[in-house]
């Protein structure tokens, strides 16, 4: 521990008052975060150890990143939660099966990381409900990629828990991981505390000009301040010979402890590099390994130096991690295989395999079969708790070991794959370069095309990918049906994202040659969903319709494989949008939600959520497609996804809130154009020109509508943009582009035969009929719409109805069908639309008041979400599982809705909101 001052810490008062408020704080009930940064040696861990010196009245609970090669899933996780796995059962089924299996103590399917995630969440809050909590986390950069991601997770979504959990990390390290959590920059001592500490551990006099030149050098380090003195003589100290140092601070710590190590006898140094081989610490292991090596562990370390560098009691804990470091490195390449060997021999293979292996690579002097046999094993089991890295390091080393040519190539490609799900790209295609140098083989050769696909696809290059894929869909015909005909899909999904953006081949051709797969004896299912999208792709929106019809009365009616299912319903929606089939298309966005909530696939579900969110705002359920929105932002924020606002886009265009609306537009087009996703562009145009519809800005909206309809090849977007065309240009006189834009929706209408498409045809002819032709029309497109869930569109027909027949001097009329549109519309939340039917309204003589689109209450977006979920009967934990929050927290929001609606029960909170759609999809 270093000197104190009155505040505490030597040179540290602004940092302990920050750290004492955090408690205190807690201790109120109150959750938080932080984070600690700075260099090596500033006094991070210094800081940490006053945090659990002053946590009277807390419970307290530590882990540690240990600097290594190897990377065991969820270890810095099971070491700061372990002590609280008493309470697993407590925990919701799918989240103590997620975390038990993380663990390793059960098996299973693999785990989720947000699941196991929140089980993190759960534990910790069901710890502080009997205690306040304070989670310590020191070398944070070193800790496992699973654990860190799940402890920056947890962090996240903390707020009424009595929780408080702090990093220490290095510099620069984990920026990403850690981002958005409250930082505390630890810089160097002040001068005054930085010269205290120098004098305090340099006996006798100083020369003053040495002084200067270590403070200088040091820059407030406090570890160097320690250290830097060791490398210098009695004569320099006292006398000031010597040469300044210009190297970085932490080179020049490490250098004076590789002097240190240098200088102890040979069996000290062998054990110390055994020590620091060993990344647990297990101080029994480093005992049964000094006894292989032939050396009495005690006498080793009774040196003078040894003993200030390590301790061994129960566990082996180094100085710093950098004496680790310097003593890993300053040893020879046979020191270090020899220090891996002992440990491998010196662990149970039936306790620990995982560690035992990769003790057992590291020893070995070049390549073994066997070795890279075991690490293929232990890449199993950490594929089965879910921890992809782990799973990828162990790969990448078996590859190096392999002295087979083709096996290598083989292990380089299953390494590569792993690294891709792990989100380290750049890894896995020097991997896959590595597969690429071994013999030819045509199945390996499909694997690194499909394997480079997937690179392309997840850096958002979707043109480079395609023709990849298909290619590896190609080759995999010979070989496997079922995985080429999967890989078929994926290069018909990435064309229909590319839409207009794709280069070559264009989708046409990616339909085509989707077409000729060979048929599989697997479910029906994929089989007819791949040959309707490949028919659409090939021969266009006409020649496809039976075919998606067929696949989408099986996948919206029909049982389905859970796990397949989550891969086709995205496409299926899609084409039930194409299909002018609101109702199929909820019933597959809605199955979709529910698969990946019931499955935790948490990846999925913000796709999910907002396919689902914008069918309810074709049927005018704004408000539950904004919970819906909301729903898809906690868990976008939660997981760190980056979901095209597609629902947010919708919503905000109905509404007519101009601002956001335009903001979100400009953003989508950008985005998605920078990706190659022509079909978010289309869309993006769509949705500009019921905007500026409803703002009855017409001559911008036929311009929009004109765009994403150019775009026949894509989905839903271009034919629904025909009838925003006709519209628009009925309303600015373009007469001939309004019959251009209705011959091709007709075309496209009477294609669909859907009671929504032809109620849609019939109301834009009537837009460019006259008379009784003209009426008789409109009155068929409400007939229509009204046996549709379109809402929005029922509504509009009447606000075209009422509009026309008020030109036609019939007010009386008009009122009628203008009413009915303006209660709609109003009732939905449809502002623009609303305010435009009021107008006309009241150009009949008629007196209208603006009405609000809901009753207001004073919750705020979070707590209106809870609220709705609890009134559809959801319980706490149920509605934290959804939400990424403790059911602590759940409760902290329920109370604040009670006091708000003036209610005391989950009874009363239905009747006491706003009417709208369950939010369960």
């Not at 199945?443 to 499909?450: G, I, M, P, Q």
């Not at 009967?873 to 929050?885: C, M, Q, T, V, Y």
Request: with cysteine; hydrophobic share 45%.
């Amino acid at each position: 521990m270093a000197p104190v001052d009155s505040s505490g810490l030597l040179g540290r008062r602004e940092e302990c008052h920050a750290l004492d408020d955090l408690v205190s704080g807690v201790k109120a009930g109150r959750s938080a975060s932080m984070v600690l940064r700075g260099e090596a040696g500033i006094g991070k861990t210094e800081l940490l150890q006053y945090l659990l010196e002053h946590s009277s009245g807390c419970r307290t609970l530590t882990a540690t990143g240990v600097q290594s090669e190897m990377e065991l899933s969820y270890a810095g996780l099971h070491q700061l939660c372990g002590p609280l796995l008493t309470g697993l059962h407590r925990l919701p089924e799918p989240q103590a099966n997620a975390l038990a299996t993380a663990f390793g103590l059960r098996t299973g399917d693999v785990p989720d990381r947000f699941l196991v995630g929140l089980a993190a969440l759960g534990l910790l809050a069901a710890a502080a409900e009997k205690q306040p909590l304070i989670c310590i986390v020191d070398d944070t950069q070193w800790m496992d990629q699973a654990s860190a991601l799940t402890l920056a997770f947890v962090a996240r979504r903390l707020l009424a828990e009595s929780v408080l959990i702090v990093f220490a990390v290095r510099h620069k390290a984990l920026d990403e991981v850690l981002a958005g959590l409250p930082e505390l920059t630890v810089t160097g001592l002040p001068r005054s505390a930085a010269r205290q500490l120098l004098d305090s551990v340099v006996p006798g006099r100083l020369d003053h000009a040495v002084r200067d030149r270590i403070l200088a050098e040091a820059r407030g380090n406090p570890l160097a301040l320690l250290e830097l003195p060791y490398g210098l003589t009695a004569a320099e100290l006292t006398e000031g010979v010597g040469k300044a140092d210009a190297r970085p601070v932490r080179g020049q710590i490490e250098q004076g402890f590789h002097r240190r190590v240098e200088s102890l006898p040979d069996d000290t140094r062998r054990i110390l590099v055994t020590a620091a081989a060993d990344p647990v610490g297990d101080a029994a292991l480093l005992r049964r390994a000094a006894e292989r090596l032939g050396v009495d562990l005690h006498s080793a370390l009774s040196h003078g130096d040894a003993a200030e560098l390590v301790a061994v009691g129960t566990n082996v804990r180094f100085r710093h991690p950098l004496v680790r470091s310097a003593v890993y490195r300053t040893a020879s390449v046979t020191d270090r295989q020899e220090a891996h060997r002992v440990l491998a021999e010196s662990t149970d293979m039936d306790v620990d395999p995982d560690r035992r292996a990769w003790h057992r690579a590291q020893a070995s002097p070049g390549p073994d079969e066997d070795v890279a046999i075991e690490l293929e094993r232990s890449a199993a089991r950490a594929r089965a708790r879910g921890g992809v890295a782990a799973m990828a390091a162990f790969l990448e080393t078996a590859t190096t070991l392999t002295p087979d040519p083709g096996r290598r190539s083989q292990r380089a490609l299953d390494a590569a794959q792993a690294k891709i799900h792990a989100g380290a790209f750049e890894e896995a295609a020097a991997l896959l370069r590595i597969a690429e140098a071994g013999p030819y083989d045509d199945f390996r050769d499909a694997r690194t095309n499909l394997l480079n696909a997937q690179i392309a696809l997840a850096h958002g290059r979707g043109n480079e990918a395609t023709p990849l894929l298909l290619s590896a869909a190609r080759q995999f015909d010979r070989f496997d049906v079922v995985l080429a005909r999967e890989t078929y899909l994926e290069a018909v999904s990435a064309a229909i994202f590319a839409g207009s953006l794709a280069h070559n081949p264009s989708g046409r051709a990616v339909g085509m040659a989707a077409r000729a797969a060979p048929l599989s004896d697997g479910s029906l299912a994929p089989d007819l969903l791949l040959d309707a999208l490949a028919t659409r792709l090939a021969d266009g929106y006409s020649a496809s319709m039976p075919s998606v019809s067929a696949v989408l009365k099986i996948l919206s009616e029909e049982d389905t494989s859970t796990q397949q299912s989550q891969r086709w319903l995205l496409l299926a929606g899609i084409l039930a949008a194409d299909l002018w089939d609101l109702g199929r298309w909820h019933a597959v966005a809605a199955r979709h939600v529910a698969i990946t909530r019931d499955t935790g696939a948490l990846s999925e579900l913000p796709l999910a959520l907002d396919s689902c969110a914008v069918t309810h705002v074709f049927a005018g359920e704004l408000a539950t497609a904004s919970l819906l929105i909301d729903e898809v932002a906690t868990v976008s924020a939660a997981i760190g996804g980056n979901q095209p606002p597609f629902g947010m886009l919708a919503l905000a265009a109905i509404r007519g809130r101009e601002g956001e609306a335009r903001a979100l537009i400009e953003g989508t087009v950008e985005g998605a154009t920078a990706l190659g996703q022509g079909l978010g562009v289309t869309v993006a145009r769509y949705h500009h020109s019921v905007l500026c519809n409803g703002l009855a800005q017409y001559e911008e909206a036929a311009s929009a509508a004109r765009a994403a309809a150019a775009q026949p090849q894509d989905y839903g977007a271009p034919r629904w943009a025909l009838a925003e065309l006709v519209e628009a240009s009925a309303r600015t006189g373009a007469t001939q582009v309004a019959n251009e834009a209705l011959e091709e929706l007709i075309a496209a209408t009477q294609t669909s035969g859907t009671e929504w498409a032809l109620g849609v045809e019939a109301s834009s002819r009537a837009l460019l009929s006259k008379g009784p032709l003209a009426e008789g029309l409109y009155r068929e497109g409400i007939e229509r719409l009204s046996r549709t869930d379109v809402r929005v569109g029922l509504a509009r027909t009447h606000l075209l109805y009422g509009e026309w027949l008020h030109r036609e001097d019939r007010r009386g009329d008009a009122r009628t069908q203008l009413g009915k549109a303006y209660e709609l519309l109003t009732q939905f939340g449809a502002e623009a639309f609303a305010e435009r039917a009021r107008r006309e309204l009241k150009a009949t003589g008629a007196t209208v008041r603006k009405r609000s689109a809901v009753r207001r209450t004073d919750l705020t977006a979070q707590e209106e979400q809870i609220a709705r979920l609890a009134g559809e009967g959801l319980s706490n934990p149920e509605i934290g599982a959804r939400l990424f929050l403790s059911p602590h927290t759940i409760e902290w929001h329920l109370r604040k809705v009670y006091s708000k609606l003036g209610i005391s029960s989950r009874r009363e909170i239905a009747p006491a909101l706003p009417k709208t759609a369950s939010t369960s999809a």
